[in-house]
T-cell receptor, first 107, second 112 residues
Framework: KNEVEQSPQNLTAQEGEFITINCSYS?????LHWLQQHPGGGIVSLFMLSSGKKKHGRLIATINIQEKHSSLHITASHPRDSAVYICAVRSGNQFYFGTGTSLTVIP | DVKVTQSSRYLVKRTGEKVFLECVQDMDHENMFWYRQDPGLGLRLIYF???????EKGDIPEGYSVSREKKERFSLILESASTNQTSMYLC???????????FGPGTRLTVT
């Protein structure tokens, strides 16, 4: 059972490109999180959303509660954005995770 | 800043050994979680705890146990390590309600 589905699984982009990563979920949620994990590194939280849209620097996250869908956008991508991006949803005391999108940005 | 620390970044153990992984958080969070992360499978919940001495099984508790004697500390125990428990183990904590989950740096465990 996959409560959270992400696409694409892998993504390669040229520096400067606009990037979109998608997340769909099937459970009722109180919040959706976008996480970033660099190779060998821990996981950091980028956004927590329960409605609408949030922006932080070149990163934008949106959520459509009715459609149970969220997107993470990266504008003017840079090689340092290369990482795995994970979508997670909170349902009660439980968190459900997507399998991640591995992003590589080529200079 | 919330800090979640884990006792080791890298650990190598032999099959059959008892293994302890410790996680400590410094923000008085009620909820603590242990996950394992494997390529292609994402994060899977092993156990979580929403209060001292309280624990709940996650999706893959077999072969693991946990202990939470103090609010800030959540330990994961592999009673008899096996090679299929080779993985990255991540601890996380959060307050109750709709708040962020904070992750530790992870422990990469290899069982030979």
């Amino acid at each position: 059972k996959n409560e959270v589905e992400q696409s694409p699984q892998n993504l390669t982009a040229q520096e400067g490109e606009f990037i979109t990563i998608n997340c769909s979920y099937s459970v009722g949620i109180s919040a959706l999180h976008w996480l970033q994990q660099h190779p060998g590194g821990g996981i950091v939280s980028l956004f927590m959303l329960s409605s609408g849209k949030k922006k932080h620097g070149r990163l934008i996250a949106t959520i459509n509660i009715q459609e149970k869908h969220s997107s993470l956008h990266i504008t003017a991508s840079h090689p340092r954005d290369s990482a795995v991006y994970i979508c997670a949803v909170r349902s009660g005391n439980q968190f459900y995770f997507g399998t991640g999108t591995s992003l590589t940005v080529i200079p | 800043d919330v800090k979640v620390t884990q006792s080791s970044r890298y650990l190598v153990k032999r099959t059959g050994e008892k293994v302890f992984l410790e996680c400590v958080q410094d923000m008085d969070h009620e909820n603590m979680f242990w996950y394992r992360q494997d390529p292609g499978l994402g994060l899977r919940l092993i156990y979580f705890s929403y209060d001292v001495k309280m624990k709940e099984k996650g999706d893959i508790p077999e072969g693991y146990s946990v202990s939470r004697e103090k609010k800030e500390r959540f330990s994961l125990i592999l009673e008899s390590a096996s090679t299929n428990q080779t993985s990255m183990y991540l601890c996380a904590s959060t307050t109750g309600g709709v708040y962020e989950q904070y992750f530790g740096p992870g422990t990469r465990l290899t069982v030979t």
